[in-house]
Protein backbone atom coordinates (compact mmCIF):
# COMPACT_ATOMS: atom_id res chain seq x y z
CA UNK A 1 0.00 0.00 0.00
CA UNK A 2 2.93 2.25 1.25
CA UNK A 3 4.63 1.40 -2.18
CA UNK A 4 1.29 2.22 -4.11
CA UNK A 5 1.15 5.65 -2.35
CA UNK A 6 4.89 6.10 -3.50
CA UNK A 7 4.19 5.27 -7.35
CA UNK A 8 0.95 7.73 -7.10
CA UNK A 9 2.78 10.55 -5.84
CA UNK A 10 5.96 9.68 -8.45
CA UNK A 11 3.66 10.08 -10.93
CA UNK A 12 2.12 13.41 -10.03
CA UNK A 13 4.52 14.89 -9.81
CA UNK A 14 5.68 13.49 -13.16
CA UNK A 15 2.87 14.82 -14.99
CA UNK A 16 3.21 18.33 -12.99
CA UNK A 17 7.07 18.31 -14.66
CA UNK A 18 5.83 17.22 -18.32
CA UNK A 19 2.47 19.57 -17.79
CA UNK A 20 4.69 22.23 -16.90
CA UNK A 21 7.54 21.77 -19.30
CA UNK A 22 4.80 21.85 -22.10
CA UNK A 23 2.96 24.96 -20.78
CA UNK A 24 4.92 27.15 -18.91
CA UNK A 25 7.28 29.15 -21.28
CA UNK A 26 8.47 31.13 -18.56
CA UNK A 27 11.94 31.90 -19.00
CA UNK A 28 11.71 29.12 -21.63
CA UNK A 29 11.36 32.43 -23.94
CA UNK A 30 14.70 33.65 -22.33
CA UNK A 31 16.71 30.42 -23.25
CA UNK A 32 15.62 29.76 -26.41
CA UNK A 33 16.51 33.65 -27.47
CA UNK A 34 20.23 34.26 -27.36
CA UNK A 35 20.70 37.76 -26.93
CA UNK A 36 18.93 38.24 -23.72
CA UNK A 37 20.64 37.64 -20.55
CA UNK A 38 19.26 38.35 -17.02
CA UNK A 39 23.04 38.09 -16.17
CA UNK A 40 23.72 41.44 -18.12
CA UNK A 41 24.17 44.32 -16.38
CA UNK A 42 21.01 46.47 -16.09
CA UNK A 43 21.48 49.79 -18.31
CA UNK A 44 19.66 52.82 -16.16
CA UNK A 45 17.83 55.88 -17.41
CA UNK A 46 19.89 59.15 -16.09
CA UNK A 47 17.37 59.08 -12.97
CA UNK A 48 18.17 55.75 -12.07
CA UNK A 49 15.55 53.76 -13.01
CA UNK A 50 16.09 50.96 -15.32
CA UNK A 51 16.03 52.14 -19.14
CA UNK A 52 13.06 49.34 -20.45
CA UNK A 53 13.90 51.17 -24.12
CA UNK A 54 13.30 48.62 -26.90
CA UNK A 55 12.29 46.14 -28.86
CA UNK A 56 11.63 43.02 -26.55
CA UNK A 57 11.02 39.75 -28.10
CA UNK A 58 8.24 37.85 -27.12
CA UNK A 59 7.45 34.22 -29.22
CA UNK A 60 8.81 31.65 -28.67
CA UNK A 61 7.82 30.21 -31.92
CA UNK A 62 9.74 31.36 -34.83
CA UNK A 63 12.92 30.83 -32.93
CA UNK A 64 13.10 27.69 -33.58
CA UNK A 65 12.47 27.62 -37.07
CA UNK A 66 14.67 26.11 -39.48
CA UNK A 67 17.21 27.12 -42.42
CA UNK A 68 18.47 24.38 -44.72
CA UNK A 69 19.69 26.09 -47.78
CA UNK A 70 17.31 28.36 -49.55
CA UNK A 71 14.32 26.14 -47.82
CA UNK A 72 12.89 27.15 -44.30
CA UNK A 73 11.19 24.55 -42.28
CA UNK A 74 8.66 26.85 -39.89
CA UNK A 75 8.35 25.23 -35.90
CA UNK A 76 4.76 24.67 -35.29
CA UNK A 77 3.78 28.34 -34.05
CA UNK A 78 0.62 27.48 -33.02
CA UNK A 79 1.21 24.95 -30.94
CA UNK A 80 4.30 26.96 -29.37
CA UNK A 81 1.84 30.20 -29.13
CA UNK A 82 -0.76 27.55 -26.94
CA UNK A 83 2.08 26.51 -24.89
CA UNK A 84 2.32 30.30 -24.05
CA UNK A 85 -0.20 29.76 -21.33
CA UNK A 86 -1.74 32.80 -19.11
CA UNK A 87 -3.65 31.08 -16.61
CA UNK A 88 -7.67 30.73 -16.27
CA UNK A 89 -9.42 33.62 -14.23
CA UNK A 90 -12.21 32.72 -11.72
CA UNK A 91 -15.68 33.38 -12.55
CA UNK A 92 -18.14 34.11 -9.67
CA UNK A 93 -20.49 30.90 -9.97
CA UNK A 94 -23.21 32.75 -11.84
CA UNK A 95 -21.30 33.83 -14.43
CA UNK A 96 -20.02 30.42 -15.41
CA UNK A 97 -22.94 29.91 -17.71
CA UNK A 98 -22.31 32.94 -19.49
CA UNK A 99 -18.26 32.53 -19.87
CA UNK A 100 -19.40 29.19 -21.74
CA UNK A 101 -21.86 30.30 -23.64
CA UNK A 102 -19.53 32.93 -24.90
CA UNK A 103 -17.06 30.11 -25.75
CA UNK A 104 -19.27 28.56 -27.80
CA UNK A 105 -20.31 31.23 -29.72
CA UNK A 106 -16.31 32.66 -29.87
CA UNK A 107 -16.65 33.27 -33.65
CA UNK A 108 -19.81 35.53 -33.82
CA UNK A 109 -18.94 37.15 -30.38
CA UNK A 110 -15.10 37.77 -29.95
CA UNK A 111 -14.37 40.90 -31.12
CA UNK A 112 -10.90 39.88 -32.34
CA UNK A 113 -12.03 37.80 -35.21
CA UNK A 114 -13.13 40.87 -36.97
CA UNK A 115 -9.87 42.26 -36.58
CA UNK A 116 -10.92 44.27 -33.36
CA UNK A 117 -8.86 45.00 -30.95
CA UNK A 118 -7.64 42.80 -28.39
CA UNK A 119 -7.43 45.09 -25.46
CA UNK A 120 -5.21 44.88 -22.06
CA UNK A 121 -4.11 42.19 -20.34
CA UNK A 122 -4.80 40.48 -23.70
CA UNK A 123 -2.81 42.13 -26.47
CA UNK A 124 0.13 40.67 -24.32
CA UNK A 125 3.62 42.69 -22.89
CA UNK A 126 5.12 45.19 -24.68
CA UNK A 127 6.79 44.63 -28.41
CA UNK A 128 8.47 48.20 -28.33
CA UNK A 129 9.27 50.30 -25.25
CA UNK A 130 10.56 54.51 -25.72
CA UNK A 131 11.13 55.43 -22.20
CA UNK A 132 11.66 59.07 -21.05
CA UNK A 133 11.87 60.43 -17.49
CA UNK A 134 8.40 61.58 -17.89
CA UNK A 135 6.60 58.80 -19.26
CA UNK A 136 6.85 55.62 -21.27
CA UNK A 137 4.77 54.52 -24.84
CA UNK A 138 4.27 50.90 -25.90
CA UNK A 139 4.14 49.93 -29.26
CA UNK A 140 2.15 46.68 -30.82
CA UNK A 141 2.55 45.32 -34.26
CA UNK A 142 -0.62 43.31 -33.25
CA UNK A 143 -1.91 40.69 -35.50
CA UNK A 144 -4.95 42.68 -35.35
CA UNK A 145 -3.31 46.04 -36.17
CA UNK A 146 -0.94 48.96 -34.69
CA UNK A 147 -1.90 49.82 -31.23
CA UNK A 148 -0.28 52.25 -28.67
CA UNK A 149 -0.45 53.14 -25.36
CA UNK A 150 1.37 56.27 -23.84
CA UNK A 151 1.79 55.93 -19.86
CA UNK A 152 3.33 58.59 -17.59
CA UNK A 153 5.23 58.10 -14.94
CA UNK A 154 5.96 61.04 -13.04
CA UNK A 155 2.99 61.47 -10.74
CA UNK A 156 0.37 62.50 -13.31
CA UNK A 157 -2.87 61.21 -12.53
CA UNK A 158 -5.05 58.81 -15.07
CA UNK A 159 -6.86 61.29 -17.45
CA UNK A 160 -10.31 61.07 -17.10
CA UNK A 161 -11.23 64.29 -19.23
CA UNK A 162 -9.57 66.51 -22.16
CA UNK A 163 -9.60 69.99 -22.63
CA UNK A 164 -12.49 71.15 -25.14
CA UNK A 165 -11.10 72.02 -28.94
CA UNK A 166 -14.05 74.55 -29.80
CA UNK A 167 -12.93 78.37 -29.00
CA UNK A 168 -14.80 79.57 -26.14
CA UNK A 169 -16.48 76.35 -25.07
CA UNK A 170 -15.20 75.25 -21.61
CA UNK A 171 -16.66 72.21 -20.58
CA UNK A 172 -13.93 69.29 -20.68
CA UNK A 173 -14.59 66.60 -22.48
CA UNK A 174 -14.84 63.13 -20.61
CA UNK A 175 -12.69 60.60 -22.19
CA UNK A 176 -14.35 57.61 -23.46
CA UNK A 177 -13.83 53.89 -22.19
CA UNK A 178 -11.06 52.57 -24.64
CA UNK A 179 -9.72 48.86 -25.20
CA UNK A 180 -6.49 49.70 -23.96
CA UNK A 181 -7.33 52.57 -21.58
CA UNK A 182 -6.25 54.17 -19.68
CA UNK A 183 -2.16 53.84 -17.81
CA UNK A 184 -0.47 55.37 -15.50
CA UNK A 185 2.76 53.84 -14.02
CA UNK A 186 5.13 54.04 -11.04
CA UNK A 187 8.11 52.81 -9.68
CA UNK A 188 8.65 50.38 -7.28
CA UNK A 189 12.02 49.65 -6.44
CA UNK A 190 13.25 48.52 -10.07
CA UNK A 191 9.74 47.34 -10.98
CA UNK A 192 7.53 49.41 -12.95
CA UNK A 193 4.25 49.12 -11.52
CA UNK A 194 1.65 50.39 -14.14
CA UNK A 195 -2.53 50.86 -13.31
CA UNK A 196 -4.97 50.40 -16.14
CA UNK A 197 -8.32 52.03 -16.18
CA UNK A 198 -10.79 53.03 -18.58
CA UNK A 199 -11.10 50.17 -20.38
CA UNK A 200 -14.42 49.42 -22.49
CA UNK A 201 -16.28 46.18 -22.38
CA UNK A 202 -16.35 44.81 -25.55
CA UNK A 203 -13.24 42.92 -25.30
CA UNK A 204 -12.33 39.82 -23.32
CA UNK A 205 -9.42 38.91 -20.84
CA UNK A 206 -8.44 36.10 -23.59
CA UNK A 207 -10.03 33.15 -25.45
CA UNK A 208 -12.86 31.35 -24.20
CA UNK A 209 -15.72 33.54 -23.61
CA UNK A 210 -13.34 35.52 -20.70
CA UNK A 211 -15.68 38.85 -20.69
CA UNK A 212 -15.44 41.40 -18.32
CA UNK A 213 -16.90 44.88 -17.05
CA UNK A 214 -15.84 48.59 -17.11
CA UNK A 215 -14.91 48.48 -13.73
CA UNK A 216 -12.19 46.15 -15.04
CA UNK A 217 -8.80 47.33 -13.62
CA UNK A 218 -5.25 45.79 -14.64
CA UNK A 219 -2.06 46.02 -12.95
CA UNK A 220 1.14 45.51 -14.74
CA UNK A 221 4.82 44.74 -13.75
CA UNK A 222 7.87 45.46 -16.10
CA UNK A 223 10.49 44.50 -14.51
CA UNK A 224 14.26 44.38 -16.34
CA UNK A 225 17.15 42.24 -15.33
CA UNK A 226 20.10 42.62 -17.77
CA UNK A 227 18.67 42.40 -20.94
CA UNK A 228 15.32 40.38 -19.88
CA UNK A 229 12.61 41.57 -19.37
CA UNK A 230 9.13 40.40 -17.04
CA UNK A 231 5.57 41.51 -17.89
CA UNK A 232 3.04 40.33 -15.37
CA UNK A 233 -0.61 41.42 -15.12
CA UNK A 234 -3.15 41.02 -12.63
CA UNK A 235 -6.64 41.73 -13.10
CA UNK A 236 -8.91 43.24 -11.15
CA UNK A 237 -12.99 43.04 -11.78
CA UNK A 238 -14.72 42.14 -8.95
CA UNK A 239 -18.31 42.40 -10.56
CA UNK A 240 -17.45 38.97 -12.10
CA UNK A 241 -14.48 37.69 -10.84
CA UNK A 242 -14.64 35.58 -7.58
CA UNK A 243 -10.85 36.92 -6.91
CA UNK A 244 -8.05 39.14 -9.07
CA UNK A 245 -6.70 36.92 -11.59
CA UNK A 246 -3.04 36.57 -11.87
CA UNK A 247 -1.70 35.92 -15.17
CA UNK A 248 1.24 33.77 -15.45
CA UNK A 249 4.26 36.22 -16.22
CA UNK A 250 6.39 35.99 -19.43
CA UNK A 251 9.75 37.11 -19.87
CA UNK A 252 10.81 38.84 -23.05
CA UNK A 253 14.63 38.80 -24.19
CA UNK A 254 15.63 42.04 -25.74
CA UNK A 255 16.40 42.59 -29.44
CA UNK A 256 19.00 45.10 -29.98
CA UNK A 257 19.84 44.98 -33.86
CA UNK A 258 15.51 44.64 -34.72
CA UNK A 259 13.22 47.22 -34.86
CA UNK A 260 8.98 46.84 -34.38
CA UNK A 261 7.26 46.76 -37.69
CA UNK A 262 4.32 48.07 -39.25
CA UNK A 263 1.69 45.70 -38.85
CA UNK A 264 0.15 44.16 -42.23
CA UNK A 265 -3.57 44.84 -42.78
CA UNK A 266 -5.98 42.94 -40.97
CA UNK A 267 -9.14 41.88 -42.85
CA UNK A 268 -11.35 39.04 -42.17
CA UNK A 269 -11.45 36.47 -45.02
CA UNK A 270 -12.87 33.84 -42.95
CA UNK A 271 -16.27 35.41 -42.63
CA UNK A 272 -17.98 33.05 -45.15
CA UNK A 273 -16.24 30.13 -43.32
CA UNK A 274 -17.66 31.33 -39.49
CA UNK A 275 -20.36 28.94 -39.77
CA UNK A 276 -18.07 26.29 -39.46
CA UNK A 277 -15.39 28.30 -37.54
CA UNK A 278 -15.31 26.97 -33.52
CA UNK A 279 -12.15 28.20 -31.99
CA UNK A 280 -9.16 29.76 -32.83
CA UNK A 281 -5.80 30.44 -30.74
CA UNK A 282 -6.08 33.66 -30.02
CA UNK A 283 -2.80 34.41 -27.85
CA UNK A 284 -0.61 37.00 -28.23
CA UNK B 1 -0.63 -6.40 -8.34
CA UNK B 2 1.81 -3.67 -7.55
CA UNK B 3 3.12 -3.52 -10.93
CA UNK B 4 -0.76 -3.08 -11.96
CA UNK B 5 -1.01 -0.55 -9.87
CA UNK B 6 2.29 1.30 -10.87
CA UNK B 7 1.15 0.92 -14.66
CA UNK B 8 -2.60 1.54 -14.33
CA UNK B 9 -1.51 5.09 -11.80
CA UNK B 10 1.29 5.98 -15.28
CA UNK B 11 -1.95 5.28 -17.25
CA UNK B 12 -4.00 7.73 -15.49
CA UNK B 13 -0.94 10.54 -15.73
CA UNK B 14 -1.01 9.72 -19.74
CA UNK B 15 -5.01 10.17 -19.98
CA UNK B 16 -5.09 13.39 -18.38
CA UNK B 17 -1.79 14.43 -20.75
CA UNK B 18 -3.62 13.70 -23.69
CA UNK B 19 -7.09 14.92 -22.46
CA UNK B 20 -5.13 18.01 -22.03
CA UNK B 21 -3.72 18.24 -25.65
CA UNK B 22 -6.57 17.50 -27.01
CA UNK B 23 -8.25 20.50 -25.30
CA UNK B 24 -5.95 22.60 -27.05
CA UNK B 25 -7.86 22.97 -30.22
CA UNK B 26 -7.54 25.98 -32.92
CA UNK B 27 -9.90 26.33 -36.44
CA UNK B 28 -8.03 24.38 -38.39
CA UNK B 29 -10.16 21.03 -38.65
CA UNK B 30 -13.52 22.74 -38.87
CA UNK B 31 -12.32 24.28 -42.18
CA UNK B 32 -9.67 21.95 -43.72
CA UNK B 33 -9.10 18.22 -44.07
CA UNK B 34 -6.12 17.79 -42.51
CA UNK B 35 -6.25 14.34 -43.22
CA UNK B 36 -5.87 15.00 -47.02
CA UNK B 37 -2.89 16.44 -48.41
CA UNK B 38 -3.86 17.99 -52.34
CA UNK B 39 -0.89 18.30 -54.24
CA UNK B 40 -0.93 22.06 -56.28
CA UNK B 41 0.73 23.48 -59.19
CA UNK B 42 0.16 26.43 -60.83
CA UNK B 43 1.59 30.42 -61.08
CA UNK B 44 1.00 32.84 -58.02
CA UNK B 45 -0.81 35.38 -59.20
CA UNK B 46 -1.45 37.74 -56.38
CA UNK B 47 -0.14 37.78 -52.55
CA UNK B 48 -2.86 39.38 -50.42
CA UNK B 49 0.20 39.90 -47.84
CA UNK B 50 -2.76 40.41 -45.06
CA UNK B 51 -3.42 39.42 -41.64
CA UNK B 52 -4.29 37.32 -39.71
CA UNK B 53 -3.81 34.90 -42.66
CA UNK B 54 -1.75 35.81 -45.65
CA UNK B 55 -3.24 34.73 -48.76
CA UNK B 56 -1.35 33.23 -52.17
CA UNK B 57 -3.29 33.27 -55.01
CA UNK B 58 -2.34 30.25 -57.03
CA UNK B 59 -3.59 29.68 -61.01
CA UNK B 60 -3.73 26.13 -61.29
CA UNK B 61 -4.89 25.25 -65.09
CA UNK B 62 -6.52 21.84 -65.52
CA UNK B 63 -5.83 19.08 -68.41
CA UNK B 64 -8.84 21.63 -70.69
CA UNK B 65 -7.05 24.54 -69.89
CA UNK B 66 -9.37 25.71 -67.79
CA UNK B 67 -7.59 28.21 -64.56
CA UNK B 68 -8.78 28.02 -61.44
CA UNK B 69 -7.89 30.10 -58.91
CA UNK B 70 -7.13 28.37 -55.63
CA UNK B 71 -6.99 30.52 -52.44
CA UNK B 72 -4.01 29.27 -50.27
CA UNK B 73 -3.75 30.09 -46.51
CA UNK B 74 -1.02 31.13 -44.84
CA UNK B 75 0.30 31.62 -41.44
CA UNK B 76 0.19 35.44 -40.33
CA UNK B 77 2.54 38.23 -41.90
CA UNK B 78 4.78 38.07 -38.57
CA UNK B 79 5.02 34.04 -38.32
CA UNK B 80 6.22 34.16 -41.91
CA UNK B 81 8.74 37.14 -41.09
CA UNK B 82 10.16 36.11 -37.93
CA UNK B 83 10.80 32.68 -40.13
CA UNK B 84 12.75 34.51 -42.61
CA UNK B 85 10.41 34.96 -45.41
CA UNK B 86 9.59 37.94 -46.62
CA UNK B 87 6.35 38.56 -49.53
CA UNK B 88 9.23 38.95 -52.16
CA UNK B 89 10.54 35.66 -50.91
CA UNK B 90 6.84 34.00 -51.25
CA UNK B 91 6.74 35.14 -54.69
CA UNK B 92 9.72 34.67 -56.26
CA UNK B 93 10.20 34.37 -59.22
CA UNK B 94 6.04 34.76 -59.71
CA UNK B 95 6.13 37.35 -62.37
CA UNK B 96 7.99 35.03 -64.75
CA UNK B 97 5.59 33.12 -64.56
CA UNK B 98 7.08 30.59 -61.99
CA UNK B 99 5.27 27.14 -61.37
CA UNK B 100 5.11 26.33 -58.39
CA UNK B 101 4.07 23.00 -56.46
CA UNK B 102 1.76 23.86 -53.40
CA UNK B 103 0.89 21.11 -50.98
CA UNK B 104 -2.42 22.12 -49.12
CA UNK B 105 -4.92 20.62 -46.67
CA UNK B 106 -7.95 21.22 -49.22
CA UNK B 107 -11.08 23.06 -47.44
CA UNK B 108 -13.71 20.62 -46.35
CA UNK B 109 -17.19 20.45 -48.35
CA UNK B 110 -19.20 21.45 -45.99
CA UNK B 111 -16.52 24.49 -45.45
CA UNK B 112 -18.62 27.38 -47.01
CA UNK B 113 -15.69 28.70 -49.69
CA UNK B 114 -16.28 31.07 -52.25
CA UNK B 115 -13.22 29.32 -54.17
CA UNK B 116 -11.39 26.29 -54.18
CA UNK B 117 -9.20 27.10 -50.64
CA UNK B 118 -5.99 25.10 -49.40
CA UNK B 119 -3.98 25.42 -46.10
CA UNK B 120 -0.68 26.26 -46.88
CA UNK B 121 1.67 23.44 -45.94
CA UNK B 122 4.38 23.93 -48.39
CA UNK B 123 5.06 26.04 -51.44
CA UNK B 124 8.35 24.70 -53.70
CA UNK B 125 9.47 26.49 -56.22
CA UNK B 126 10.74 25.86 -59.76
CA UNK B 127 14.41 25.43 -58.39
CA UNK B 128 13.72 22.94 -55.44
CA UNK B 129 13.71 25.08 -52.93
CA UNK B 130 10.57 25.26 -50.40
CA UNK B 131 9.14 26.52 -47.17
CA UNK B 132 7.48 24.38 -45.31
CA UNK B 133 4.96 26.28 -42.73
CA UNK B 134 2.82 23.49 -41.51
CA UNK B 135 2.29 19.72 -40.80
CA UNK B 136 4.30 16.28 -41.18
CA UNK B 137 6.62 16.43 -44.10
CA UNK B 138 5.97 12.40 -44.42
CA UNK B 139 2.60 13.33 -45.36
CA UNK B 140 4.11 15.22 -47.97
CA UNK B 141 6.31 13.26 -49.02
CA UNK B 142 3.64 10.59 -49.58
CA UNK B 143 1.54 12.84 -51.23
CA UNK B 144 1.35 12.65 -55.17
Redesign the interface.
Known sequence: MR??AF??VV??I??IA??TS?TSVTGQEARQAATGSPQASTPRLPDGHPDLNGYWYR?L???T?Q?V??????????ATL?AINPGTPKYKPEFAARVKELEKNQVHEDLTYI?GPPGVPRIGPPQRIFHTARDLAILY?D???NFFRVIPTDGRPHRTTRPPNVPGLTDHLEIDPSPHGNSVGRWEGDTLVIEVRNLSADTWLGDNGLFHTENLRVIERLTRQGNTLTWQATVEDPEVLAEPWKLNPRTLTLRPDDEI?E????????T??K???????NIR | M?VR??VS??L??LF??AV??AQ????FN??FDVGTVTTLKGTISKI????????INLDVKDSSGKVTTW?VES???????????SRQDLLNNASAGEVVTVHVNP??A?????RPLGLLMRITYA?G??????GD?KEIAAAK
Not at chain 1, 69 to 78: K, T
Not at chain 2, 24 to 27: G, M, V
Not at chain 2, 48 to 54: A, L, Q, T, Y
Open positions: RYVVAIAALYRRAPMSKGESVIMADAFRCDLNGEAAFCQDRDSLQDLTYHS | KNRALAVILASAHHSDIDWINPHVYGPPTNHLRSAGIAKTAKADDHFFHVRP
